[in-house]
């Protein structure tokens, strides 16, 4: 009877493994279906215009994606029209936001930015030093590879429960707002930032905010007298400190002590989007 | 690279213990100092910084400061994905150079290995892209680097800060720890500013390198 018993815990223990991963393969096959099913559709928009695909508007900015706000910022710096698709918000490669234009789908902000560069001829950093677009870069990769997760432990880890104040959620997608915060979690502990104590991440993450800060020191922009192509990606990022995170460290910063960006928000907002109150949610 | 050279720069004696290299928060390095444990480089250095009453940083201004965390953090935040995927997943066949010790253990760790660094690096979010785009994304980090280093003798001029230990750990492994890679080829065509401020650093903060190399081969 023991030796059965043990006979089955171990066939059980099997058994469920190779399901595990069976089913975890299924489940990224299904994804992947779905994201292809979805791009056969927006195969056949017409060729001449580009559909921007992100996140519908929030209530507090026009983007509450920073790579969103990023992109749009972009696509009005180098002066090229676009309609907004708030539907299909995953793109391939299971990210946001991405495009569909003459045929192709692009995901990624940065490396659509380089497609529309190459594929249009622009380029929006003619007057900017070498060494002012390497410290621009500089500052682009802390607010998107390392301030981001700052972001994602205030906004959606710590006060998930806000997230409806920022933008509309669907009632269906507001049950899942733990499941998704848990899986933001394990992607912060990948990520390495994550094993830290929410009050060593913030005091990593405000580190950013000086940083920035302290590169942009008293000039108008990160190109100078006029922004570069990374004003569109630090301004994405660093708004979302003075206007999409209520009531964190990160706002009340650029309120006082870092004033300079809160300022530096102002002109690119002026300068990029004068439309900026009817560009939000309203409802 | 970046604890062992802050360490030497501010002359803290230490003893290396390469058994347990994982430490609280399952991150490495990690330090004990009388009995109390600190994970995280940075938290190590700043920890450090208050205990021994160190500062690297006298001689800079807040904003030059600015400037080199700007590049720290690019390193450590994107180049560092491309130098696990470049080792784990994409070459690593050229990992047995730098760390293997025998081939079991070099397929154990490399089979393991790899699918962390990848199930990683596609949380991180650069997983997703294809080996040609991360390539391209790292280089232009390394090319951005170059630019503001520029003919300097540190990243903020003739006197090193703290950030300088850091982008010495990064940028060290392209010149050293990434045989056969396009970033050893980068640093050591195009790039060349950023291989002599490596050897710079290397010449005057670890006379000992040779011996320490000969060391790590003996005990394989």
Known sequence: MGCCSIELSLTNLILFGVLYFVGKKALKLFKQWKIDRMLEKWDDAPKDKLILHTVWRSKLLPSASPFGLKLETYLRMAKIPYELDTKDVMGPKGKFPWITYKGAHIADSQLIIEFLNKKLDISVNKNTSKEQLAIARACRVVMEEHFFWGLIQYRFIDNVKAVPQLTKIPAMFKLLLPLRSCLLKQRMIDNGIGKHTPTEIYQMTEADLHTVSGALGSKKFFGGDEPCEDDCAIFGGVAQAVWGLPGSSFERLCDGELKNLKEYCERMKEMYWPDWENCMDKS | ?220
């Not at chain 2, 928060?25 to 940075?42: F, M, Q």
């Not at chain 2, 807040?62 to 180049?79: K, P």
């Not at chain 2, 080792?87 to 790899?114: A, C, H, M, S, W």
């Open chain 2, 1 to 220: 690279m970046k604890v062992h050279t802050y360490l030497r720069m501010t002359q803290i004696p230490y003893k290396i213990d390469g058994k347990d290299p994982f430490g609280p928060k399952g991150k490495a390095p990690w330090i004990s100092l009388n009995g109390e444990h600190v994970a995280d480089s940075e938290f190590i250095i700043a920890y450090l910084n208050r205990k021994c009453n160190k500062d690297l940083n006298k001689e800079h201004s807040v904003d030059q400061l600015a400037l080199g965390t700007a590049v720290r953090v690019m390193l450590e935040d994107q180049f560092s994905w491309g130098m696990a995927l470049e080792r784990f997943v994409f070459n690593p066949q050229e990992f047995r150079k730098v760390f293997g010790k025998n081939l079991l253990y070099d397929t154990i760790i490399l089979t393991f290995g790899g699918s962390v660094a990848y199930k990683r690096a596609v949380a991180q979010g650069i997983g997703a892209h294809s080996r040609e785009e991360i390539e391209g994304i790292v280089s232009k980090n390394l090319r951005a680097v170059s630019s503001l280093l520029g003919d300097k003798k540190y990243i903020l001029g003739d006197m090193p800060c703290q950030d300088d230990c850091a982008i010495f750990g990064q940028l060290g492994q392209a010149v050293w720890g990434l045989p056969n890679s396009n970033y050893e080829k980068l640093v050591h065509s195009e790039l060349t500013n950023l291989r002599d401020y490596c050897f710079r650093i290397k010449d005057l903060y670890y006379a000992d390198w040779d011996q320490l190399i000969s060391r790590k081969r003996k005990s394989a």
